[in-house]
């Protein structure tokens, strides 16, 4: 994994130096209202970096691919995240603490992290699932082009009933010529 350069800042491999940084933007309750719950404590998040920081699964089918996401003045808004299969399809997600929310940052560091995918990581696909009532996590989707999921990865993907599953191509044609 490599930094990627971004116009806000940059995405830079997640490692557990960055567990005491991220533990203070994840302690942002608004993150919350769906799903999941803030860390514990900082020692906590750096003993989840540092197994996220093997980059893959124990079996090693999986590649576990995290970013954190670094501003220009020097601070953390947040994460991006794939999980790559041996299919060539990554599942994706992202976090941001909602100071940094409604100004275009998760796009740009989502967009960033899909070429990288497809660029570098041979992923052909992309899935996101989200709780149906995230709206801002749909907007973001579908200002990224991602579109409601076949039966199949539908299938695969959604565990309950209130989840949406949502996927486009990682190289779209538009992208392809740019
Ligand atoms: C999901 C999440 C990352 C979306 O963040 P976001 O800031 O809304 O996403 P974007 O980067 O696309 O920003 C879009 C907003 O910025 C505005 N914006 C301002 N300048 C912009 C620019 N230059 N380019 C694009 N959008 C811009 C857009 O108009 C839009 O505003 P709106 O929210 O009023 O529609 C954020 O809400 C989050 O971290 N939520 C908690 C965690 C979570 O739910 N994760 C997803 C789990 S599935």
């Known amino acids: 994994m490599r930094?990627?350069?971004?116009?806000?800042?940059?995405?830079?491999?997640?490692?557990?130096?960055?567990?005491?940084?991220?533990?203070?933007v994840l302690s942002d309750p608004a993150i919350y209202p769906f799903e999941n719950k803030p860390p514990e404590s900082p020692e906590w998040l750096r003993t989840r970096y540092a197994f996220l920081e093997q980059r893959c699964s124990p079996e090693g089918g999986e590649k576990w691919l995290n970013w954190v996401i670094r501003l220009k003045n020097g601070g953390l808004a947040g994460f991006t995240q794939a999980t790559v299969y041996a299919d060539g399809t990554a599942q994706i997600a992202y976090v941001l603490h909602s100071r940094h929310w409604g100004k275009g940052i998760a796009r740009r560091a989502v967009q960033a992290m899909i070429g990288e995918l497809a660029r570098e990581f041979g992923v052909r696909r992309?899935?996101?699932?989200?709780?149906?009532?995230?709206?801002?996590?749909?907007?973001?989707?579908?200002?990224?082009?991602?579109r409601e999921a076949d039966t199949a990865m539908d299938k695969r993907f959604r565990d309950t009933p209130d989840e949406r599953v949502m996927q486009r191509q990682a190289m779209l044609q538009r992208e392809n010529e740019e």
Not at 11 to 20: F, G, R, V
Not at 132 to 143: D, G, K, T, V
């Open 126 to 146: 992309l899935v996101a699932v989200l709780k149906a009532a995230n709206e801002r996590s749909l907007r973001l989707l579908e200002r990224l082009d991602f």
């Open 3 to 24: 930094s990627i350069q971004l116009e806000i800042g940059a995405l830079e491999p997640l490692t557990s130096e960055h567990a005491d940084e991220m533990f203070h």
